[in-house]
């Protein structure tokens, strides 16, 4: 059974910066593709960042693009998602997501979900 656990959410002034990490475990943890989404109260879980297993490819949402950066570290199965600059609208409950299969930028194509962590950025 894969799990997909996050960590370094918390409380960041507008303009700060946090690093977010996802650390995924068990056996029939493949090389998948990976990313983060956020969500916001009231809002659906939006597409942030995903990378592929070897860390070639990155996409990124259009609000957060020069911002956020992902990257992965596959020797350790982590995750890691760098937030500069960052905005009050940028507070969310952030996921971390791995296996997708169809449109990465959709919630409905992945398949591994973490349990999530709160950012939030005050003004």
């Known amino acids: 059974q894969v799990q997909l656990v996050e960590s370094g959410g918390g409380l960041v002034r507008a303009g700060g910066s946090l690093r977010l990490s996802c650390a995924a475990s068990?056996?029939?943890?493949?090389?998948?593709?990976w990313g983060w989404f956020r969500q916001a109260p009231g809002k659906e879980r939006d597409f942030v960042a995903a990378?592929?297993?070897?860390?070639?490819?990155?996409f990124y949402a259009d609000s957060v693009k020069g911002r956020f950066t992902i990257s992965s570290d596959t020797a350790k199965n982590m995750l890691y998602l760098q937030m500069t600059s960052l905005k009050p609208e940028d507070t969310a409950v952030y996921f971390c997501?791995?296996?997708?299969?169809?449109?990465?930028?959709?919630?409905?194509?992945?398949?591994?979900w973490g349990q999530g962590t709160q950012v939030t950025v005050s003004s």
């Open positions: 997501a791995a296996d997708p299969d169809g449109n990465w930028r959709s919630a409905d194509a992945w398949d591994l």
């Open positions: 068990g056996q029939t943890f493949g090389k998948y593709p």
């Open positions: 990378i592929t297993w070897s860390g070639r490819d990155t």
